[in-house]
């Protein structure tokens, strides 16, 4: 796999330090820089209303730093998923966004704690980059708390996507304008043009999201091949890819799709990309019906075209093993198991060649027999891969059902008892073998148990990768 795809771990792990490093501590740096600056005079004897005004305005620019993280990280730039990958780069997103709205609300708590009110009412003439101000604060506050909370809102994805970005552009704007016009120490050149040009830096990634990288993609739209249903409530979208051209992805890897289809809402989601790099160029999406996007892509026909977005993700052996060396142990929850399957397709072209006979153990849950999809070609993995040992687990269901599931059937829930026993003889450390690699993919509580499960059962943690995605 080529390095568009993976980085060498020796190489990603210090940068990853340095990227988090950069990403919390600059801005509070940027921001303490304002309070250097006036440090001397203050230590001289400056009064109260002074250290509390400096503070302020610290405060002030390191939240408009964060700001300037949050955009960047915004961009989905492909060095950053290499280092940290997509998911925790989001987790990062939400995290700083937390940071600039503690730091923005203590901004004019501090430029107004000592300052003795004496007005009656406020004069507009004078006042009013203060009310801009406030008007952005408050953006901030209704911005970042609907994005966090979303799920818990219940808002339709498009819905929120929407007042996300109207949300956004409205803060831009008036942060500049409180910035230039709040006091006139902004409206010398040196400021007025620093104002102006981290203005311009906002609208250009909002430029650069919302209108040059759709043009960019359009250049290379795919087209939709085949819309079948695997399983029950489920979809498998197969896209074609524009002559000449493939997508250089590393199995379990993810894209962002964007389908051109009258017959669904023009809505870009994530979606792991389920087909092997081996496939011709051509990517397959396995997709649960989950709400009313997803339910709708059953509509979808040949001849639809798609924009494709990636890849992303290090949820992929190939970032962790680049030789494919270690043995895998897979487990998945439902739908989950569409990157294993990526990385089963993988080793499966391989094996035909001989070239991938790691041990793999694949642990997959669902409710009934009913919900497994992809069932022949699963038995054609257990049929031809004698290295891979399948486990169903079915949580809703008694004997016989899933008797005629390939590979081998347990009932009831995955618990670190299950787990001990059948990763247990691979985690022995008399095995000859170098230690295994495990990848879950499934809801969030399943993955937290299972990943307890393995370090219990003697994994080491930096060795367990989970997936979730999270926009």
């Known amino acids: ?29 940027f921001g303490a820089s ?59 997103h939400r995290r700083v966004a937390v940071l600039a709205v503690i730091l923005a609300t203590l901004h004019p ?6 300052e003795r009110v004496t007005k009656t009412g406020i004069h507009l003439a004078d006042e009013w980059p203060l009310l801009v101000g406030a008007m952005a604060l408050t953006t901030l506050w209704f911005t970042a708390a609907v994005a966090l909370y979303r799920k818990f809102l219940e808002l339709p994805f498009h819905t929120w996507w929407l007042g996300h970005r109207l949300g956004v552009s409205s803060l831009i704007v008036l942060v500049g304008v409180h910035k230039i016009f709040v006091t006139g120490e902004y409206t010398e050149a040196g ?58 992805h590393a199995p379990g890897q993810f894209a962002f799709l964007t389908f051109r289809s009258a017959r669904l809402p023009r809505e870009e989601h994530p979606f792991t990309i389920a087909s092997s790099p081996q496939d011709n160029g051509r990517l397959r999406f396995t997709i649960r019906c989950s709400g009313d996007f997803t339910s709708g892509l059953g509509q979808l026909l040949p001849g639809d075209s798609c924009l494709v977005d990636g890849p992303y993700g290090l949820f992929t052996s190939k970032a962790h093993d680049p030789d494919g060396a270690r043995p895998l142990v897979l487990i998945a929850g439902g739908v989950g198991i569409t990157p294993m399957l990526s990385m089963l397709r993988a080793m499966h072209a391989d094996a035909d060649k001989a070239q991938d006979g790691r041990r793999v153990l694949c642990i997959w849950s669902n409710r009934t027999a009913g919900d497994v999809v992809h069932r022949e070609e699963f038995a054609a993995f257990v049929r031809e891969m004698p290295h891979l040992r399948l486990v169903h687990v ?41 230690p295994p690699l495990a990848y879950i993919c499934g809801p969030a509580p399943m993955m937290a148990a299972m990943r307890q499960a393995l370090k219990d059962a003697g994994m080491a943690g930096r060795d367990i990768h989970t997936e979730e995605f999270s926009i």
């Open 1 to 29: 796999m080529s390095m568009k795809t993976t980085m060498a771990p020796a190489v990603r792990a210090p940068l990853a330090v340095l990227v988090v490093l950069v990403i919390y501590i600059a801005p509070l740096a």
């Open 34 to 92: 304002e309070l250097m600056e006036h440090l001397p005079k203050l230590l001289e004897g400056g009064s109260a209303r002074e250290w509390s005004h400096s503070i302020g305005l610290s405060l002030a620019l390191a939240a408009l730093a964060y700001l300037l993280i949050q955009a960047v990280l915004a961009l989905r730039l492909s060095v950053l998923d290499r280092i940290l990958s997509h998911n925790l780069v989001m987790i990062h």
């Open 109 to 114: 708590l501090c430029m107004f704690l000592f």
């Open 191 to 248: 400021d007025l043009a620093g104002t102006i040009a981290i203005v311009l830096f906002f609208l250009g990634v909002l430029a650069y999201n919302e209108i040059v990288k759709p043009a960019r993609l359009s250049r290379r739209t795919y087209t939709v091949s085949e819309v079948t249903s695997p399983g029950a409530e489920t979809h498998e979208i197969v896209l074609d890819p524009p002559s000449g051209t493939s997508l250089d």
């Open 394 to 434: 079915l949580t809703r269901a008694q004997k016989p059902d899933g008797e005629d599931l390939p590979g081998e059937v347990r009932y009831g829930r995955i618990d670190t008892e299950l787990v001990s026993e059948l990763a247990g003889p691979m985690l022995k450390k008399g095995d000859a073998s170098a």
